[in-house]
């Protein structure tokens, strides 16, 4: 979603400037970062792309692995040409094949066979994205089911080895991601058997972040319970209808249940731990041959963008390569129309075509008027008197304008603030509401049946801190209310 920027009103944060002062847990600077790139892929490929499996034993030989027209760039332009903002490589499944030549196992694509054993499927990924102007992330499974020692001590110590590679090796990542999935049946160096391991303190997961923190100050750590940023708690890119970007921290270790909490977040929260919803454009999440009719539809992702990016969370998009070593041309097309479609909706929002804006202005200093919300910018918001804490802000137009679609943004550097608001449009002198909501966060999205007015109201029914709203946007062309 593009808004199209005018000139800032400066001055809107500082120690002196009058602005209220943040409400509970807010954003770092790299979840800020986050939150401004919403839309990113995943790629999920390694020996199950060749076995046709989702989960592979560890007993895989490193020959199957042969993507004999592999092209990093093509999958970078892929997700470029589908308005993703970056790609995530599942460097390590569950299998433990490594797509890079570490240096701590034989198990990867050094001893496959392919290019003679001299390549580097990170490498080239990476390098691919920064060339198409793409973040890069890293995905490491914590289970491991080819490794010998899976289960003890020296496996964790492995795990860092291996990490440290990928954090050191790759230029800047934008996030690193730990999977849930931890024990149970493997191959673990030909012991054949099932291994269970305390998912709470196996891993000793603070040292393991650390050394992120320590080697990538500026990627975010995505894990069930984060710490930065938290699951979403299902595989169908869907944020509860309420979903707040606040979470009580370590409740939720990677492979921890909590599903409902996850979905839905804590109101009261200690933590800014914003949902990520994670969904594959096909039913599994690697290449299946007979899944290339089954790609979701443009107007399927559309609906996904609705139910995550629209409740505040981020979408994280698997377009998984095939066995050539390319994103399969079905993907790439509903990639394609899909981005044309957002493109198309979100180009031109009306409510900058206002020609006045009134309520209240805290201090009644127009750096917090309620201009802010439609003036393009998202450094600059509408805010209230600490006491008023349910406002009212009205936009008027010179004739009435068609919309379907509402959008809310919060001013995340001060909070998550409003608990729910409701929308109004005057139609034949009379207020009418035609939509509420409770959370808004980074961005909050409402379909509703095509409406026509001259003026719309923005309503906080209920807040915890004086509001800090810095959009109200509307469109035409969402489609029908579900």
């Known amino acids: 979603m593009v808004r199209k920027s005018r000139p800032r009103v400066s001055g809107a944060q500082g120690a ?28 999920h490929f390694t020996v199950n792309t060749f076995t046709d499996k989702e989960w592979g034993y560890g007993d895989e030989d490193p020959g199957i692995f042969h993507p004999a027209g592999f092209d990093a760039d093509q999958m970078a ?27 701590y196992t034989e198990h990867s694509v050094k001893h496959g066979g392919w290019r003679d054993g001299r390549c580097d499927v990170v490498k080239e990924v990476s390098e691919a994205c920064r060339r198409r102007g793409l973040h890069f992330g890293v995905y490491l499974s914590p289970w491991d089911r080819n ?62 972040w650390r050394l992120v923190r320590d ?48 979905n839905l977040g804590d109101r009261q929260g200690s933590d800014w731990l914003p949902a990520e919803c994670d969904v594959s454009i096909r039913p599994g999440w690697f290449h299946h041959p007979a899944e290339d009719g089954m790609v979701k539809t443009p107007e399927s992702l559309m609906e996904i963008y609705f139910r995550s990016i629209g ?20 993907d790439a097309k509903s990639l394609r129309e899909f981005r044309r479609r957002v493109g198309t909706l979100f180009a031109h929002d009306l409510a900058g075509t206002a020609q006045a804006a009134s309520g209240p202005a805290r201090g009644g200093d127009v750096r917090f008027a309620p201009l802010c919300l439609m003036d393009g910018s998202p450094d ?26 509402v959008g809310l943004r919060e001013y995340l550097p001060l909070g998550q603030r409003v ?33 026509s007015a001259r003026r719309v109201r923005l309503r906080i029914t209920k807040a915890s801190a ?17």
């Open 77 to 103: 332009e892929a997700a470029a040409s589908g308005g993703l903002a970056g790609l995530i490589l599942t460097c390590k499944h569950h299998d433990g094949f490594c797509l890079w030549p570490s240096r």
């Open 147 to 208: 490794h010998a020692a899976y289960g003890a001590p020296a496996y964790v110590a492995y795990y860092r080895n291996q990490l440290r590679e990928l954090l050191s090796d790759y230029g800047p990542l934008c996030e690193v991601w730990f999977d849930g999935a931890n024990g149970g049946d493997g191959y673990y160096g030909g012991a054949r058997e099932k291994r269970l391991i305390d998912r709470r303190t196996y891993y000793g997961w603070e040292e393991t």
């Open 16 to 43: 002196d400037s009058g602005a209220p002062s943040p409400y509970g847990p807010v954003p770092s600077e790299r979840q800020l970062a986050w939150h401004a790139r919403p839309l990113y892929g995943f790629l």
């Open 380 to 405: 600059t918001y509408w805010a209230t008197d600490d006491e008023v804490r349910g406002p009212e802000a009205v936009l008027e137009f010179p004739s009435p304008v068609r919309f379907d679609v």
């Open 311 to 330: 409740r505040g969370a981020s979408l994280l998009l698997n377009i998984p390569p095939d066995r050539r070593g390319l994103i399969h041309e079905a």
């Open 466 to 482: 004086c509001p800090a709203i810095s959009m109200l946007g509307l469109w035409a062309g969402g489609g029908v209310v579900p």
């Open 419 to 451: 608990d729910s608001f409701a929308v109004d449009a005057e139609r034949d002198g009379d207020w009418k509401e035609i939509c509420r909501g409770t959370s808004i966060g980074s961005l909050r999205l409402l379909r509703v049946r095509e409406t």
């Open 215 to 262: 080697l990538q100050p500026g990627a975010c750590i995505f894990g069930d319970g984060g710490p930065d940023v938290r699951w979403v708690g299902n595989e169908d890119g869907e944020a509860g209808e309420t979903c707040w970007a606040t979470l009580h921290g370590g409740e939720f270790l990677p492979g921890l249940p909590g599903k409902a909490s996850l």
